[in-house]
Nanobody
């Protein structure tokens, strides 16, 4: 069984920064893609950023230049450095990792507000 645990969410003012982290544990020694989705109130879940094992990145246009994804394959961790945050970045952020199936964390709330 695989568990993904996110940390680092919280309240931040517009223009601020946050770093989200996600640690994967369980019966899987390695993962294919790891990354982050988010879901804002009343909206569908959307991809924020992902990284393959070979560090090929896919980043949403809405966060390019502001968010940076990184991962440590040896530790099965993935992080999301978020800068220049905007109110529209407010959402629950979900970590995910893929093997032959998708595994999800429970999510961490990021609120960007004055």
């Amino acid at each position: 069984q695989v568990q993904l645990v996110e940390s680092g969410g919280g309240l931040v003012q517009p223009g601020g920064s946050l770093r989200l982290s996600c640690a994967a544990s369980g019966s899987i020694s390695s993962f294919n893609t790891m990354g982050w989705y988010r879901q804002a109130p009343g909206k569908e879940r959307e991809l924020v950023a992902s990284l393959t094992t070979g560090y090929s990145a896919n980043t949403a246009n809405s966060v390019k230049g502001r968010f940076t994804i990184s991962r440590d394959n040896a530790k099965n961790t993935v992080a999301l450095q978020m800068t220049s945050l905007k109110p529209e970045d407010t959402a629950v952020y979900y970590c995910y990792a893929t093997t032959s199936r998708w595994h999800w964390g429970k999510g961490t709330l990021v609120t960007v507000s004055l």
